[in-house]
């Protein structure tokens, strides 16, 4: 009797979850996110964030997206790596890192901002390093970048 409970009980909490939860709304297994050489971006300088979230139209909710670019702001500048620092001017503890793909895009699925914020520092293929001087609490990148404030662009 006790082994029929279970099993009706788990059998019922399948069917739910299977039938009360789109593919679209479940998280993926592992976190997404970019990789230096990878292609698979698009839309170079949008604002990734207006897609790529719960209910858009974007095969995944990223929490941090965004563009780099080369010294002229229009060319993308692929393979750097972003480094999200607890204090200003790369200092601190390194919190995470992303890598930027060969499209000049980075994004990643997992919230690698901590509700107290992160200081972005990037590293372009040339080995020059440019840090955003303010603390971020989004990462939402290129709604600011591109928008109101110059492209994300290094060497």
């Known amino acids: 009797m006790k ?12 069917i739910l979850l299977w039938t009360g939860c789109s593919e679209k709304e ?9 990789v230096n050489g990878g292609t698979s971006s698009h ?20 929490v941090v997206a965004g563009s780099v670019y080369k010294v002229d ?6 393979n750097g790596i972003i480094y999200f620092w607890s204090k200003e001017g ?14 000049g895009n980075f994004f990643t699925t997992s919230s690698i901002i901590p509700g107290v914020g992160a ?13 955003m001087p303010i ?11 591109g928008v109101n404030e110059d492209p994300i662009w290094i060497n």
Not at 48 to 55: I, K, Q
């Open 73 to 78: 702001k229009t060319t993308p500048s692929p």
């Open 43 to 62: 839309n170079n300088g949008q604002i990734c964030l207006s897609c790529h979230v719960t209910g858009g139209t974007g095969t995944y909710s990223f």
């Open 135 to 145: 603390v971020v609490n989004t990462g939402n990148c290129n709604s600011c970048h």
């Open 119 to 131: 200081y972005p520092q990037m590293r372009g293929i040339s080995g020059d390093v440019k840090t």
């Open 90 to 103: 790369g200092t601190g503890e390194l919190l995470a890192t992303l890598e930027v793909d060969a499209n």
């Open 26 to 34: 479940l998280p993926p297994a592992t976190a997404v996110y970019s």
């Open 3 to 14: 082994t029929t409970s279970y099993i009706l009980l788990i059998t019922s909490a399948i």
